[in-house]
């Protein structure tokens, strides 16, 4: 575990200059601007805005047999993709990405579930409002859309921020969720491994920084191509349509700011997490770590908050588990969720 912090450490050298240096330019070029007196008319502003809408990146579309949907739920909107047959399959993306990171495996799942693939809260064609981002919230957000969905049980999946939002989910509603898998990420507030991994993970200080997301609006694809390889381990795991949609996601306005929320309250489901673990889960639960990153901890950090757990290492992977060993994520999924 030492390696993997140390090496998180070291890589995130890079990326801070990056976006120190990209702070930079733009406060010098907003100061050093020569003062344009030209005035611009509604009606020039109103046309320009429609040029910049239809020249925008449209959303990716969803895989065959899979339509895309919205419904308004605790007070919001929520996008989500959904398509296949049977028993309801959530599953819940994290940073980063949003519900296309699981564009290569909806398919084959879809055979066997009918598979729901939000996007959370503060990201892509979800809401962004001004509050909400703890994982409770969130997490109260899937459990309205599945209950106006239908459904009274689930099987859960999250990655990243989503297997947050997946535990906070099986925390408050544990009768409703017939299995759980969380994938590659820790969880606020449970120790030893939060402090540990915390403390090595600068992103985590700087994504809850308020100013963060004014400094990398606009800048989303320099910013998010050179954050990706920093937590992975396979290089160029992302196809071209992927890159192409995360950025779009991350791009729409007010994204930035609001997925950086997700790490700022990181505090408050730290102490939700302290309170939900005095009662452990009982549903089975799937550990799944990437062998190069959360594997290392993530079957001990889940027994802290659950009695049935089991374990799936991802080999050759890092963070970005579908892309970078899709065939054994799927694998392994399929395999604990369809066991009796």
């Known amino acids: 575990m030492r390696t993997i912090y140390r090496n998180l450490f ?16 733009s406060l010098t070029a907003c100061t050093g ?6 005035v611009v008319t509604e009606t020039e502003n109103t046309a320009a805005e429609k040029q910049n809408d ?8 969803a895989p065959e047999n899979f339509e895309h ?4 739920v605790n007070g919001i909107k929520i996008h989500y993709v959904t398509g296949g047959k049977g028993e309801p399959l959530v599953l819940v993306h994290g940073f980063g990405q949003n519900w296309y990171m699981w564009n290569r495996i909806m398919p084959e799942l879809s055979k066997h579930f009918t598979v729901i693939a939000p996007d959370l809260r503060g990201v892509g064609e979800s809401d962004k409002p001004e509050g909400g981002y703890d994982k409770k919230t969130m997490a109260t957000d899937i459990h309205e859309l599945v209950k106006q969905l239908g459904y ?15 535990y906070a989910y099986a925390a408050q509603y544990g009768n409703e969720v017939n299995k759980l898998a969380l994938m590659d990420a820790l969880l606020p507030g449970i120790e030893p ?3 540990k991994v915390s403390a090595s993970a600068w992103w985590f200080g700087f994504f809850a920084w308020p100013a963060s997301g004014d400094i990398v609006k606009g800048k989303e694809k320099e910013f ?6 920093m937590v992975g381990h396979v290089k160029d795991p992302f196809t071209p349509e992927e890159t192409t949609e995360f950025i779009r996601a991350y791009a729409v306005p007010g994204a930035t700011t609001a997925t950086f929320k997700w790490f700022g309250a990181f505090p408050q489901d730290g102490k939700d ?9 009982q549903m089975p639960l799937l550990a799944m770590g990437g062998e190069y990153f959360a594997a290392a901890f993530l079957k001990d950090h889940s027994k802290l908050v659950a009695k049935n757990v089991s374990e799936s290492k991802i080999a050759g992977s890092g963070h970005w588990l579908v892309q970078e060993n899709r065939a054994q994520v799927q694998n392994d999924l399929l395999t604990f969720f369809t066991s009796k």
């Open 33 to 38: 601007q020569k003062k344009d007196d030209t």
């Open 10 to 25: 070291q890589q995130s050298k890079k990326t801070v200059l990056l976006l120190l240096l990209a702070a930079t330019v």
């Open 273 to 281: 997490n302290v309170v939900f673990m005095k009662k452990k889960l």
């Open 193 to 195: 491994v939060w402090s």
């Open 54 to 61: 239809a020249n925008a990146p449209k959303p990716a579309p």
């Open 224 to 229: 998010l191509t050179n954050f990706w390889p």
């Open 152 to 166: 009274n049980k689930i099987n859960l999946a999250g990655h990243d921020i989503g297997l947050m939002v997946a």
């Open 69 to 72: 949907k919205t419904a308004t």
